[in-house]
């Protein structure tokens, strides 16, 4: 096979990592935990040509040079040198949701392009071997191979820097069993403000906020992993949401004062609040960007939803989505 399909899911980042000790091969500080996002997906295709004299690289139609393609060659030669090839590769990929905006889209499209280019080339690997080759683009990508709740560890080779999956269990809320991979609810609150992660990983190790966030984040992991082990609605999802601030304070207490949230990320913030106030589990997310997740359940979402309607910004409704697969509708 010289050519294959996949389709990955973006993540919601619940214990977020932020700054690398190694740029080029993408490697944290420190352990992180997120969830799949659907149905918003990346599917891209991948195919070996023998014939073509260079790789070429298409994202939703348009030709991708300069950063966005060196990114993308960091996977595609790491495939290439493991599988012995020599081919160029032509590489198409399209987005079912906004990119850019903070909903984890570089983590969705690479995952999806590893998973294919892998597959293409005929390589035989795990979902966490294959995570660690996606990482390569995008750190985070590395959860969205293994799918649903993961949890990307921390190292500096690609045995220990890979991702894997967490299995849950099912807990209590409101007196009814909830299961964190068949009960969530995700609104999106759609704010879109273009933002640029890679200068703010960049700079991370120099804010003064960041050494107490590594210290810090030793605790949110384990309390994110106990509670997700044992289906706790309220403790992993409050986990997120202060872990959204911790990171904010982070990036905001750099050298460049990066500051994401735009007046209707703070308005979404307040509405949450209040909707806890009257009794509604929810709780706010967000990664490095302005548009913000809500967590809440199935039998509250609408409300949710409607509640950040009342404030002006555009929601949809999505659910926990599983691993990158192969699919077989080709982008050509």
Excluded at 190 to 198: A, G, H, I, M, R
Excluded at 234 to 247: M, N, Y
Aim: charged content about 25%.
């Amino acid at each position: 096979m010289t050519k294959a399909t996949a389709r990955a899911h973006p993540i919601q980042g619940l214990v977020k990592y932020h700054g690398l000790r190694d740029e080029a091969d993408r490697h944290p500080y420190h352990d992180s935990i997120s969830v799949c996002t659907a149905p918003s997906n990346t599917t891209t295709t991948v195919e070996w040509e023998p014939d073509a004299s260079e790789d070429t690289y298409v994202i939703d139609g348009e030709e991708v040079a300069g950063r966005g393609a060196e990114r993308i060659d960091n996977v595609v030669e790491t495939v290439r040198d493991r599988a012995g090839l020599d081919h160029a590769a032509r590489v198409e990929s399209e987005n079912s949701f906004p990119s850019n905006v903070g909903f984890g889209s570089s983590a969705s499209g690479f995952a999806a392009l590893a998973y294919a280019a892998c597959e293409a080339a005929g390589l035989d690997l795990t979902r966490p071997e294959v995570s660690a080759i996606a990482r390569r683009g995008s750190s985070s990508a590395a959860r969205a191979v293994t799918g649903a709740y993961s949890d990307l560890h921390v190292g500096l080779n690609d045995v220990d820097c890979r991702s894997e999956r967490i299995d849950t269990g099912t807990g209590e809320l409101d007196g009814e069993p909830f299961d964190p991979e068949t009960d969530l609810r995700i609104v999106t609150a759609l704010v879109p403000s273009y933002k640029e992660t890679e200068a703010a990983h960049r700079e991370a190790a120099d804010s003064h906020m960041f050494d107490a966030r590594r210290a810090h984040v030793q605790d949110q992991l384990a309390e994110a992993r106990d509670a997700l082990r044992s289906g706790a609605f309220h403790r992993v999802f409050e986990t997120a949401e202060h872990d959204s601030l911790s990171l904010a304070a982070t990036t905001m207490t750099g050298p460049a004062g990066w500051v994401y949230w735009q007046p209707e990320t703070i308005a979404v913030f307040n509405a949450v609040r209040e909707l806890r106030e009257e009794g509604v589990p929810a709780y706010f997310s967000t990664d490095t960007g302005a548009s913000v997740y809500v967590n809440t359940t199935a039998d509250h979402a609408d409300r949710v939803a409607d509640r950040i309607e009342e404030v002006g910004v555009e929601s949809n409704t999505w659910e926990v989505g599983g691993p990158a697969r192969t699919v077989d509708d080709a982008l050509f």
